[in-house]
């Protein structure tokens, strides 16, 4: 990069919580119009490392040199008034604000007028961003909840890039992006780029990438590796960099052969929910893994709810093989069946508790009529430990764990309950390729042992990858059923997504 | 039709044409009940002067307790705040005159409401236990406070308890707050907090400093209720025992409605009408000859009905 001028460097920089050391003294340099991404196993410091620079966390120490003045933020909107930006990877936004309140949040000054604040000024700026980004069907003036979760990242990416930050930092925000989200989210990336400013993006998919950045860096346990320029590596490369070895063990199951599938576990039935599904059937057999993909939007999302007996208002029949009919979550968990939703956060997992307290949730009740603690924690570590959890203990908080252990949390917690359909949403989102490996390897093993198990998903790959059968929907409808077939391509997926 | 009713739910006027569609059937209802049982006994409008009259008394107190409740904090001590605020109000009228009808009660309420902060931001425990904590005290200063002057208002300091001062009066605290609601950073602030206390963390909002200023105007509009309701009552014992806590409620449920209603954007108006609405069903349940204790317990069950019915909750949110 002898060409390009240093734009911010990172000197030493050094974080941990507890006992766990985040980051290891990274020292690592971004240029002016670069896109730099950062990447590693989930748990590597990536997103501690742009949390410090960021001022979401305290730097613990080190220095950050951008342009030349060491800067230390102290919250977002310090960091913004610095030139650094961040769209997050979970939500960002507010419920309870407008749109417009939420993208100057903390940063109102500009609309302050002798203490009185300019709600008019504020809204018509507001407004004029996000038409000049091309978002004007979003409405400033609205409660941001009235908004999806696409929409809203929107609506960060907006706030986090109007005021042309110097470094602006994309921590694994495409996963929660439709094609044409991405789209958007690219060509600012490159707007940003082009202006001369740098962007900073954490990303687990490796085509995503290899197709946007100049130049790599690797993180892993939290030390730094080494920084490559794009042109030079591949995937592969790249895969062993972040594991530490190569990773030559199968990612997908590799058997072609006629599925396992016998019985069926359960069945739906003429299944519909106001403006999410219309009429959908399908059925799960034992020992199969069935695949749902789909565009964002086309209701892929609402099949494992509904399986699960969590739809509103639906109509139609989801019944299990014995003839007990699922209409309501508690009755599901009862007669086995587990769900992980695709927000995490929100849905799956309690956030601010422990490992322990998480994995245990759903088995309470069969621990008879007094819980030990040394019960709930016995059970807890021996599930967390076959799901090889990276932590300090069960009665670590998991809002300190990384996205792919979080994932682990959940799956450990059906695991725990024993359950044999298993109803997985993005069971992969933001997660590792390591991670990646491993669920797949386990996931595998349970279709083996007979469980059915479905996989909802937004990666064409992993669909073509893991499942017997590959439902495809669109607007709200099963638009295509696929076989496991060693000649399937994405082009053969996609032309009934869209 | 369909398109009319889709245009009238997504304007800013709509829940506020809820609410006033509600307060008209409740009117409705009740007059059609006593004209049988007990004609003449509800709904007159110089009545009804007298239903906005005690509506708008906690509508005030209500006001500031907003701040607390879109916060996620809670303030067991308002109906201490208000009975010591009047009591000072009252023990500094032969010094004062006057001054000691206004300004003393909202100055004690502030000051009340600021040591409820300092207290729970020093101590770091629960707004609810600090703030039951504080109101024990805050009865029993009560008692010290009765001494200096007695508990009853002289009556030609009583103007605030009758049009049109009190309206007057009133109008201004509502404006007052619907202006920090809509033009400060406050109300923005209260709604990040309670929505989400990192992320506004992250956003450069000083939390603590919030939730301090919160409970403040929480004590601030008790004092300026403190106002309204001596001079409509004339007269304040001190309680003890916490007894001062059934003074909580009655605001409390203006601030159900306002909070219900903040998306519209008129969480001020949505309170006072509420306000108004419980105070009407009040009186026509007494006209009907229903007992006070079925009375309490029909409007509550009432209010919680119109809540629920009217303030539609999209299916699966979070609800706490």
Redesign the interface.
Known sequence: MADKELLLHAEQIDKSFGPTHAVDHVSLDFYKGEVHCLIGENGSGKSTFTNMLT??LPIGSGTFTLEGTQVAP?????ANHLGIAIVVQEQ?T????TVA?NMF????GQF?RG?????RAMVKKAQELLDDYGFGHIKAQD?I?NYTFEERKLVEIVKATWFNPKVLVVDETTTALSQDGRDHLFRIIHRVRDHGDCVIMIDHDMDIVMAISDRISILRDGEYIGTVATEEVDADRLKTLMVGREMNEKYYRTDWGPSLAQDVAITMSHVSVPGQLEDVSLELHNGEILGIGGLSECGMHEVGKALFG?S??RTGEVRLADGTEINDINTAIDRGIAYTSKDRDNESLLINDTIADNITLPSLRDYGKFITASKVRSEAEKYADLMSTKMVGVSQFVSALSGGNKQKVVIARWLAKGSDILLLDSPTRGIDIKVKSDIYNLLDEMRKQGKAILIISEEIAELMGMCDRILIMKDRKIAAELARDRDLTDTDIIQYMI | MESFLKRARSSQFYGIGVLLVITLIVWVVFFALTSVINPGSFGQPDKMLTYLQRGLIYSVGACGFYFVVVQGLFDFSIGSMIILSELMSIAFIPRLGWLSVVVVPILTGMALGLINGLVFRTLRIPSMIVTTGMSLIFEALSVVVADINGTRLPAQYSIFGSYPWNLIFALACFCIVGFIIKYTRIGTYSSAIGSNELVAKNMGVSVNRYKVMALMLSGTFCGAMAVLYLGYGTAQTPQTGMLSQALNFLPLMGVFFGIAFRRYGHPIVAIVIGEFMVSMMLAGFIAIGVSTTVNQIVTGLTVLVILMLTTKVRNGAVVK
């Open positions: 001022g979401i102290k919250n977002q909107v310090d960002g507010l419920d309870g604000l309140e949040l903390g940063d109102e302050m203490g009185i604040k300019d709600t409660p909840e969590a509103f208002d």
